[in-house]
């Protein structure tokens, strides 16, 4: 099941993350995938500034990875968000790091970073949301909001040795990107959302395909911009759609 992952009153979040390659449930289907502790997306994790993250992560994939945490203020070094860190097959490393007392509210994203296998690893499933609260979300109108997290990702499926699997990529996909046939949200195809009777819904949309790009838009309801990329914006902006790049 969906698992969030919060900090305690004591400002530390302590978890454990395993990566494999195994069967899990895709859009109503059995599929061989990269996930995180067995699930697309991966645990949503949620701080605040001043926190302690500490990510006991594990590698039960066939090959090396790594753990980047996308639009993070953190250090590019060390056991934080180090990119040249190498996680063999069986592994086990802690990252910990602290979030900056001034850093920004937003919705971030983690993901692997080891370079060689970054494609295969990310089109084939791995990924997760990392929330950073702060003072957006004290905004009465948005504290008041109903909230929901779009984890948008799509996926090329074909029968492998290992049954219904991840496409395998090509010399071109790595070179230009794969755009997969099925699209899902929160590792579902078209899955309902409801919008609160005379209320506000708050979509917080992360785009963790590697190479499709998402136009979004709201029948018969108004949709306004207050952030984007971890900035919250002075005031609301009333769009007829926004457009999601990949991560």
């Given at each position: 099941s969906d698992k969030t992952y919060s900090s305690t009153d004591k400002g530390l979040l302590n978890i454990a993350l395993e990566a494999r390659y195994e069967p899990i449930s895709i859009a109503g289907q059995q599929a061989t995938l990269y996930s995180y502790n067995g699930?697309?997306?991966?645990?949503?994790?949620?701080?605040?500034?001043?926190?302690?993250?500490?990510?006991?992560?594990?590698?039960?994939?066939?090959?090396?990875?790594?753990?980047?945490y996308h639009g993070l203020h953190i250090p590019p070094t060390g056991n934080a968000d180090n990119v040249f860190l190498d996680i063999p097959n069986g592994e086990t490393f802690t990252?910990?790091?602290?979030?900056?007392?001034?850093?920004?509210?937003?919705?971030?994203?983690?993901?692997?970073?080891?370079?060689?296998f970054v494609a295969e690893q990310v089109f084939g499933g791995l990924g997760g949301m990392f929330v950073v609260r702060g003072e957006l979300d004290q905004i009465p109108e948005v504290k008041a909001a109903k909230e929901e997290f779009l984890f948008l990702k799509d996926f090329s499926l074909e029968a492998g040795s290992n049954g219904v699997q991840a496409r395998p990529s090509r010399?071109?996909?790595?070179?230009?990107?794969?755009?997969?046939?099925?699209?899902?949200?929160?590792?579902?195809?078209?899955?309902?959302?409801?919008?609160?009777?005379?209320?506000?819904?708050?979509?917080?949309?992360?785009?963790?395909?590697?190479?499709r790009f998402y136009r979004l838009s709201l029948e018969e309801h108004p949709m306004h911009l207050i952030a984007t990329d971890g900035i919250s914006l002075s005031e609301p902006v009333e769009v007829s759609e926004v457009l999601l790049s990949p991560g």
């Open positions: 699930q697309i997306p991966g645990p949503k994790i949620e701080t605040k500034p001043g926190d302690t993250v500490r990510v006991r992560f594990t590698n039960y994939l066939p090959n090396p990875t790594n753990i980047h990252y910990e790091f602290t979030i900056p007392e001034d850093h920004p509210s937003g919705l971030f994203y983690y993901h692997p970073h080891r370079h060689g010399h071109m996909d790595r070179m230009w990107g794969r755009v997969g046939q099925l699209v899902t949200v929160n590792g579902q195809s078209n899955p309902s959302i409801s919008i609160p009777r005379g209320g506000l819904l708050r979509l917080r949309m992360l785009n963790a395909s590697s190479a």
